[in-house]
């Protein structure tokens, strides 16, 4: 393993379904938005373009919302690991590691920190099966790559 390794994960099914989602709910308002013509229902006004075009964007905002979901992404190298979530980023060295842990039942992996907290990899999903073990196997080598390089004897393979 080489000091420039640099680990890439993202989710991948996750990613399909928020695209597709996100897809089909623009789709369905501004199917909606065409649908709303004529007077409204209570008989007091009537549809205008401005409320078909505020439909449409209403379908648009959900839709970046729902892409939020595919934000999730993990970088790691030999100096340290780079975990950015739904929400919020982290940079953390590897000093401050005690391991990467993919727990039974657990939705995704997360870094146990020597101050016993846990920061979790939304990345690294139990739904993405064996790209999700090979990630959390490619972090532990970078992480046991780290260790050895402290202790001063060769790194693992």
Not at 90 to 111: C, H, I, K, M, T
Not at 135 to 146: C, D, K, S
Request: hydrophobic share 50%; with cysteine.
């Amino acid at each position: 393993m080489s000091d420039t390794e640099l680990v890439t994960l993202r989710p991948r099914r996750i990613r399909q379904v928020c695209w597709v989602s996100a897809a089909a709910l623009v789709v369905v308002f501004s199917l909606v938005a065409t649908s709303l013509t004529g007077a409204t229902g209570s008989g007091y006004g009537a549809f205008q373009r401005g409320d078909q075009l505020a439909m449409i964007g209403l379908g648009l905002f959900g839709a970046l919302g729902i892409l939020l979901f595919t934000r999730p992404r993990v970088e790691a190298d030999a100096r340290g690991v780079r975990v950015r979530n739904v929400i919020g980023s982290y940079q953390l060295p590897w000093e401050v590691v005690r391991g990467v842990r993919f727990d039974r039942g657990a939705p995704w992996a997360s870094l146990e920190l020597h101050d016993d907290d846990l920061l979790p990899m939304v990345a690294l999903q139990a739904a993405d099966k064996e790209l999700a073990v090979e990630g959390v196997r490619a972090l532990r080598r970078l992480h046991q790559a780290h260790l050895a390089a402290l202790a001063g004897g060769p790194a693992p393979r």
